[in-house]
């Protein structure tokens, strides 16, 4: 933090908040403050624990300990709307918008904060409600003004671009007349002209004293407009002061493309693939709601290679698992797997055909136990009477995971998030799909476990099984990949063998951004070179 | 360029109000009191639209209000001898007080505890109703309450019809004026679009739906009132739990959210049970038709749900949507 | 879109009015028929005796028009479900009146929902035979000059009990009654007589129509050992009863109201459990037992088989009942043709008309006309009520 | 002291016909997340379809199973000619729809039933078991025994089934579960059609002692619900005990207090409970789903 002479209170003060979720620490003693006029930057990979710290500072959940003040006042275990009160506004990382309202509206309720209208008040006093009417419509609309939204006033906010529909929170937010506005995720989904007019809206917003709390998986955006920089991972931080600072500390880089000289093996060249197409995908195209997450993207999986795909949080690699998966609706495009066309249908049945997904933050069913999850993986190929193959299949999966056999009878929700990983990916193999797809398997998990699972998927591969890997923690994919495609905006912007894209600066600025020309002189860092990958540790 | 909210309701409620005098005028007796019915059910039913459509809350009282309403006034009128109209208020008022005793701890609660709330409600009072024979006449019910006087007492079904409607719309444009043209309305509306953001603007979320409830319940006891000093005589099982049930299927088919919806309701299930009554005995002169009404409500009911999901209204409303863009070139 | 919607709304209502103005098929007055309504109870709490109800006055219909209608002219029955709500009543009597122009109206068929109907029916002068329980309906006799109550009521069951319990020397007896209209109109009646008779009331307890164990109720009257317990309910509620008293092996004897016996059902549904059971019953009831002289007993051998052979069941005193409302319509009608004025004096000038229920003697302050007389006290052996001398 | 045990007995006869009834609404709640106001239907369904086959002569033994698989059939048909298709609408709609149905069924027990009642025999012959004065009949065994068979057979196919575990894992996790091959859809036809059977077994069992009639499912559904909202709504264990104490205090209550407000007493229980622990009084936390 760049000293001054007079430090005020501190607008935000979180001091060792920490929450959990059944057996995963999602939060654990945060510290960290800022100043008035400040725009502070929470950053972390996915699953580092953002969205937990931003709802506990919201009012959303109510941390399991710790104390967090805003300007001055205590507000844990206080209500949202209450929160609120004290100077507190926020917009919502999908647009939480009054679809059924205008533009102007949807501001003018933000107005109502200062005095609630009552039901009295509006059946009642004819002639002061319209002159009231009419002050909140002018103020209205010098706030949106301020966003750029004059033109757009008299819109149905739902007809709104999604651009749009952010700065339209924004002036909704500032309609609250806060001292403090806090940001989930303002600049996703948007285009980077949007990004531009959103930086250069919020440095506006600076200027006028008004503190901002953010957090973004977009770091480059972060970096650009924040004074003060958290760094989350696992639930901890890691960093924090100046972005210049925190972009070239190496424990941050660390946690954005994972450990360079970790314990996880070398690709092994002993199986080669055998140059059948596994999987291919051509020019998909998926929404989630009315946001375009995939543009025409392609890719293939050779039978026994593993692939991975790369790329910085909401770059839209999950969706694109989730939409070869089945899970979401695939718009356009072509997905075969083998010689047998899978698009169109539901996920129920893509796993009978032979893909297995092991989803994002693993999903396991928490209330049953280790052995049932690992069970219940094998339904899609169940026929009765076949306990006893399955029986064999678990064992094996135990082989694979010894931890897993001391935990065979524990309910999976009291499983540590690593346990919970392992245990989803064994669920996974139960089905003895022809292609296995792991979404990001490192998400909060600490580094000994990643190995460790890095470990067994290089297992798995040399056993012949294609494995197609999705991962916000690059190196560790570049460990075991094959071949490893950088996923950018919904597109894929290079592929390459891991040794060419270890090499490739532009990997790194995919996710902490660089040499960006709108970026302000200090924003213009080197990018941080890979170190060389360390020698294979051969199991 | 949009007209003032006021004259966009007056351009729906002018030929509501003409078709309705055309009725008043033309219909018989039997017409116009199916009619007086169906307005006391508008303002009954106008109550659980807003309460489903803005707080997102199944009441399953509406009957329990109702019979609060007619029940308030048969005691005011008959037992303590009050007038009529400041019964009908007192009532309203009393009534209001019960909503909010049930609301405020049941809507501070995220889920569908209200619904779960009134459902007990709703049926004690019935049974209240039922066991309580020297304040309420029992289960054969009170006669004798007055007829309402405006300088002289409503006898005829004509003069009850023209007042009933009066209400009737006047309380739909009040309720359609407060939601769509003050800013206690558009907190409504955006507590119905999301009220987590609601919430982060710093409103009080529950209060809203608390004050939501205590107007559906008031409206019902409206009705209520209305219904004891036009029928004269009420007993229990005019408000038992199956006229709840009915009050929300009027509601849901009619559509949630606006108060037209209500209307809309209404008159459609009267004019499908008229029109059952009409037909069926010239589809099958010798067969007992009657039984079959019931099957017929209940398909009714399930086949709207199945095709317009959000009533007659929230279709007319995306069908209108449709053409509009349409006719914008979009 | 403003615009449409008015437009939608518009249509709406013309095609409701439209409906409603063009309504049924128009009625020609001079149509050579006697138009009579009837609202019952089809559906609804109280719908267990609305279809029998409708099945009796559908048989006397037919059987009138089957000997050739009122001197030539045939009767036509309207009936309409009138879901056991009040409200629907009134507006269905409206509808009879105005639309189907009925010259009387049959029903409703219990006291709650006849209620709402008597301001109407009296107000447009419509001759209107209740079913209900409660003489509510017909009293004070000169505000309800156009409406009878043709079945017997709590008042007769009353009478005929304590007449009993008078002759058998029993003084101390609990009552157990259906926790509505009915069952609280048999309670007040019985109260109302059974202090001047001298008999002591030692409990008064409610059940619900549709519990399924009244034993905790028959508990508390067993220790409280009246003579006798009364029991005022209809089936299936007092073949619940009945059964319960089996299974607790109570001996104390068990009186029902006329409730019990009116349909078949009671001895049916209590399977068995009904055995011993005393009732207040109607003459159809205990026909093989009456004697040869007695009045009504050809009618009920006829109307007996009649109703058999149509419905391929046993009758019971509710279809006697029903089929009495059209006997007098029709009585009325002769001497008074569709004059609705005439036809209500012609009604409450019957005297000494020989129904299925019993004996009717109307008076302008007499709108039931039956007499307690009529009433047998039976008890059921071997499966059917027996006469009790 | 006679009455007492006979309020006791009663009350837990009575708590034995709830508790069935409960289980339907819970099973119906856990894997659809809808309350299912049918459920009282199916229950009558079940009762009149067997009563009518007893008295065309079928045998008992053949009449039930045959009434329980006509109930399971009917709801089948209803989930997927109705609710499936609404599957996208609001939880409100849907929960408003299975009024519909219940509308729907009960008009059409009306038409082909009449609104008479029904009996069937005792599932056993033989006098009524008398505890010191107090008496409970062979046939309130057979409730409380068929509510304790069911509560044992749902524990062993939830617990102890491969089934069993996919239909929790798809409670818990619906996406995850699509996963491992296993279909919403098909789980959600299956626990209607199982509530359907479930309430079936219900009224047939009952209808010894109650009789049947085309709208015994409104009071018993509405007990039912009172009883698996006691119990926390999602736990079928929950919704048993729920039953037989919303029973046995009823009947106290009838007994001591006043028999004309025993249909109240179950309501001011949920009330009550609303007021003090609206997650129910024996739900885990952990295990609640929407309410």
């Not at chain 1, 100043?35 to 969205?51: E, F, R």
């Not at chain 1, 797809?437 to 998400?443: A, Q, R, T």
């Not at chain 1, 000994?448 to 998927?457: K, P, T, Y």
């Given at each position: 933090m760049s000293a001054s002479a007079v430090q005020p209170e501190p607008v935000l003060k979180v001091e060792g908040?920490?929450?959990?979720?059944?057996?995963?620490?999602?939060?654990?003693?945060?510290?960290?403050?800022?100043?008035?006029?400040?725009?502070?930057?929470?950053?972390?990979?996915?699953?580092?624990?953002?969205?937990?710290?931003?709802?506990?500072?919201?009012?959303?959940?109510?941390?399991?300990?710790?104390?967090?003040?805003?300007?001055?006042?205590?507000?844990?275990?206080?209500?949202?709307?209450?929160?609120?009160?004290?100077?507190?506004?926020?917009?919502?990382?999908?647009?939480?918008?009054?679809?059924?309202?205008?533009?102007?509206?949807?501001?003018?309720?933000?107005?109502?904060?200062?005095?609630?209208?009552?039901?009295?008040?509006?059946?009642?006093?004819?002639?002061?409600?319209?002159?009231?009417?009419?002050?909140d419509r002018v103020a209205a609309d010098r706030h949106l003004a301020r966003v750029g939204l004059t033109t757009a006033s008299d819109r149905m906010a739902k007809d709104l671009s999604f651009g749009e529909q952010r700065l339209l929170e924004v002036a909704r937010a500032l309609a609250t007349r806060p001292r403090l506005l806090l940001l989930d995720e303002p600049a996703s989904g948007l285009s980077q002209g949007e990004v531009a007019q959103l930086v250069a809206l919020l440095r506006d917003l600076r200027a006028d004293n008004l503190s901002i709390f953010l957090i973004e998986h977009d770091v480059s955006t972060v970096m650009n407009v924040a004074d003060h920089v958290v760094v989350l991972n696992y639930g901890r931080k890691i960093a924090e002061g100046a972005p210049q600072g925190v972009r070239n500390d190496p424990a941050v880089i660390e946690a954005y493309l994972g450990s360079a000289g970790g314990a996880a093996p070398r690709v092994s060249t002993e199986r080669a693939p055998t140059g059948r197409q596994m999987l291919s995908a051509e020019k998909l195209v998926s929404f989630r709601g009315e946001l375009q997450v995939l543009r025409e993207v392609s890719f293939d999986v050779i039978e026994g290679e593993v692939a991975g795909i790369v790329g910085p949080n909401g770059a839209g690699k999950s969706t694109l698992l989730g939409t070869v998966a089945g899970l979401y609706p695939l718009q356009a495009g072509h997905v075969r797997l083998g010689d047998k066309s899978t698009e169109g249908q539901p996920a129920e049945r893509v796993v009978q055909l032979g893909i297995s997904l092991v989803p994002e933050r693993r999903g396991i069913f928490t209330g049953l136990s280790v052995r049932e999850n690992l069970a219940l993986g094998a339904y899609a190929r169940y026929r009765g009477s076949q306990r006893q193959q399955i029986d064999a299949d678990i064992e094996n999966v135990f082989a694979l995971f010894p931890r897993l056999r001391e935990l065979a009878s524990a309910r999976a929700g009291s499983l540590s998030g690593g346990e919970q990983q392992m245990l989803a990916i064994g669920?996974?193999?139960?089905?003895?799909?022809?292609?296995?797809?792991?979404?990001?398997?490192?998400?909060?998990?600490?580094?000994?476990?990643?190995?460790?699972?890095?470990?067994?998927?290089?297992?798995?591969?040399?056993?012949?099984?294609?494995?197609?890997i999705v991962e916000q923690n690059a190196r560790s994919v570049f460990e075991i990949a094959n071949r490893v495609s950088v996923l950018v905006r919904g597109r894929i912007v290079m592929t390459g063998t891991p040794a060419e894209l270890a090499d490739d600066a532009r990997v790194v600025e995919a996710y902490l951004g660089g040499r960006r020309p709108s970026s302000g002189s200090g924003m213009q860092a080197p990018p941080m070179p890979i170190e060389p990958a360390a020698p294979p540790s051969v199991q | 360029m949009r007209p003032s909210t006021a004259s966009r309701e007056l351009l729906i409620l002018v030929p509501v109000a003409l078709a309705l005098a055309a009725l008043g005028v033309l219909g018989n007796t039997y017409m116009i009191s199916m009619l007086v019915i169906a307005g006391i059910h508008v303002i009954v039913t106008a109550g659980l639209t807003l309460l489903l459509g803005f707080a997102g809350q199944i009441s399953l009282a509406q009957a329990a209000f109702y019979a609060l309403g007619a029940y308030g006034s048969m005691i005011g009128t008959v037992h303590l001898g009050l007038n009529p109209w400041l019964a009908l208020v007192l009532t309203a008022l009393g009534s209001g007080i019960v909503a909010y005793a049930i609301g405020v701890p049941t809507l501070r609660l995220h889920g569908h505890y209200l619904a779960l709330a009134t459902l007990g409600f709703g049926i004690i009072v019935n049974i209240v109703l039922v066991q309580e024979t020297n304040i309420t006449g029992g289960p054969t019910g009170a006669v004798g309450i007055p007829r309402l006087t405006l300088g002289v007492e409503l006898t005829s079904d004509r003069q009850y019809f023209a007042l009933v409607w009066f209400v009737t719309l006047a309380l739909l444009l009040v309720c359609r004026v407060l939601v769509t043209g003050s800013s206690y309305g558009r907190v409504l509306r955006a507590l119905q679009a999301s009220e987590v953001a609601t919430e982060s603007i710093g409103i009080d979320v529950a209060r809203y739906k608390v004050q939501v409830f205590v107007l559906c319940a008031v409206l019902a006891s409206l009705g209520g009132s209305l219904y004891a000093h036009y029928l004269t005589v009420i007993s229990p099982s005019e408000f038992g739990f199956d006229v709840s049930m009915e009050f929300l299927v009027m509601a849901v088919i009619g559509g949630l959210g606006s108060v037209w919806g209500a209307l809309a309701g209404v008159l459609a299930v009267t004019a499908f049970l008229e029109i059952l009554r009409t037909v069926a005995p010239m589809i099958a002169p010798n067969i007992p038709t009657s039984e079959y009404e019931v099957v017929a409500f209940g398909g009714l009911l399930v086949l709207t749900l199945l095709f317009f999901p959000d009533g007659f209204m929230g279709r007319w409303r995306r069908f209108a949507g449709a053409l509009r863009l349409g006719a914008m070139g979009r | 879109m403003k615009k449409r919607k008015i437009v939608g709304c518009a249509r709406m209502l013309l095609a409701l009015g439209l409906m409603l103005v063009a309504g049924p098929a128009p009625v020609n007055a001079q149509a050579k028929e006697y138009r009579i309504g009837a609202v019952m109870e089809l559906s609804g709490p109280f719908s267990s005796w609305g279809a029998p109800m409708r099945d009796a006055i559908q048989l006397a219909v037919d059987n009138i028009n089957a000997a050739g209608g009122i001197k030539g002219v045939p009767l036509k029955l309207v009936v309409y479900d009138g879901r056991s709500k009040g409200t629907e009543a009134v507006l269905l009597a409206k509808r009879l009146v105005t639309q189907d122009k009925v010259v009387a109206i049959i029903g409703p068929g219990t006291s709650p929902t006849t209620m709402p109907v008597i301001p109407y029916v009296t107000e447009a002068g419509v001759p209107t035979l209740s079913m209900g329980s409660s003489d509510r309906i017909i009293e004070p006799a000169n505000e309800r000059r156009w409406l009878f109550r043709p079945p017997y009521g709590s008042r007769h069951n009353v009478e005929k009990l304590i007449e009993h319990f008078k002759a058998t020397g029993i003084k101390k007896v609990g009552f157990l009654s259906v926790n509505n209209a009915y069952g609280d109109t048999g309670r007040e009646e019985f109260e109302k007589a059974a202090r001047p008779a001298g008999i002591e009331v030692v409990a008064w307890e409610k059940f619900g129509g549709t519990d399924n164990d009244v034993k905790p109720q028959l508990t508390k009257l067993r220790a409280l050992a009246p003579q006798a317990i009364i029991v005022w309910s209809i089936p299936p509620a007092a073949s619940i009863v009945q059964k319960n008293r089996a299974e607790l092996a109570i001996d104390i004897p068990m009186y029902h109201d006329n409730g019990a016996s009116l349909t078949p059902q009671f001895i049916e549904l209590a399977a068995g459990a009904a055995e011993g059971a005393y009732g207040v019953v109607i003459k159809v009831d205990v026909l093989d037992e009456l004697p040869a002289n007695d009045p009504q007993k050809a009618t009920l051998l006829k109307f007996r088989q009649q109703f058999e052979s149509r419905f391929g069941m046993d009758v019971g005193g509710l279809y006697g009942e029903a089929y009495d409302c059209v006997l007098l319509i029709a009585k009325g009608l002769e001497s008074a043709g569709d004059n609705k004025e005439k036809l209500r004096d012609a009604i409450e000038r019957v005297k000494g008309f020989v129904g299925m229920a019993g004996i009717y003697t109307m008076s302008p302050t007499e709108h039931n006309g039956l007499s307690a007389r009529d009433l047998v006290i039976g008890r059921v052996k071997n499966g059917k009520w027996t006469i009790v001398k | 002291m006679s009455e007492v045990v006979q309020f006791l007995l009663s009350g837990i006869a009575a708590g034995g016909i709830y508790a069935l009834i409960a289980v339907g609404f819970v099973t119906v709640y856990n894997v659809l997340g809808i309350i299912n106001f049918a459920q009282g239907e199916f229950a009558m369904f079940g009762a009149l379809v067997a009563a009518s086959l007893v008295a065309r002569g079928v045998p008992l033994v053949a009449a039930i199973p045959l009434a329980i698989a006509v109930t399971a059939a009917t709801g089948a048909l209803t989930e997927r000619a109705i609710l499936r298709p609404a599957a996208g609408s609001s939880d409100v709609v849907r929960i408003i729809i299975t009024i519909g149905v219940s509308i729907g069924l009960r008009g059409l027990a009306l038409t082909v039933w009449s609104s008479k009642s029904y009996a069937l025999p005792q599932f056993s012959g033989g006098e009524p078991v008398r505890i010191l004065g107090a008496a409970l009949a062979l046939q309130n065994f057979w409730v409380l025994g068929v509510a304790a068979a069911i509560m044992i057979a749902l524990y062993l196919l939830f617990e102890r089934t491969y089934f069993g575990s996919a239909l929790r894992a798809c409670v818990m996790s619906p996406n995850a579960s699509r996963l491992m091959g296993i279909s919403p859809s098909v789980m959600s036809l299956f626990a209607y059609t199982m509530s359907a059977a479930l309430g079936a077994m219900a009224g047939i069992v009952v209808t010894p002692i109650s009789l049947a009639t085309y709208d015994m499912g409104i009071m018993l559904g509405l007990k039912g619900f009172v009883a698996a909202v006691l119990g926390g709504l999602v736990s079928a264990p929950g919704a048993v005990v729920g039953g037989l104490l919303l029973g046995i205090i009823e009947s106290f209550a009838a007994g001591f207090l006043s028999s004309g407000y025993r249909d109240a007493i179950a309501f001011a229980l949920l009330l009550a409970v609303l007021g003090i622990r609206p997650t129910g009084l024996f739900a885990r936390m952990a295990e609640q789903r929407r309410v």
């Open positions: 908040v920490s929450k959990r979720f059944g057996g995963v620490q999602a939060v654990s003693e945060v510290c960290f403050s800022f100043g008035a006029g400040q725009i502070c930057g929470l950053i972390g990979p996915n699953g580092a624990g953002k969205t937990t710290l931003f709802n506990l500072v919201s009012g959303v959940y109510v941390p399991d300990a710790g104390v967090i003040r805003i300007l001055g006042a205590r507000t844990d275990g206080v209500p949202a709307h209450r929160i609120a009160r004290l100077g507190v506004a926020r917009t919502f990382q999908n647009p939480q918008l009054f679809d059924a309202l205008t533009v102007r509206e949807n501001v003018m309720v933000g107005l109502a904060q200062a005095a609630p209208p009552t039901l009295a008040s509006s059946l009642l006093a004819f002639s002061r409600r319209r002159r009231r009417e009419e002050e669920r996974g193999l139960m089905a003895r799909p022809r292609l296995l797809m792991l979404d990001e398997p490192s998400l909060g998990i600490a580094p000994r476990l990643v190995a460790e699972i890095f470990r067994v998927l290089n297992t798995l591969k040399e056993g012949g099984t294609s494995i197609l | - | - | -």
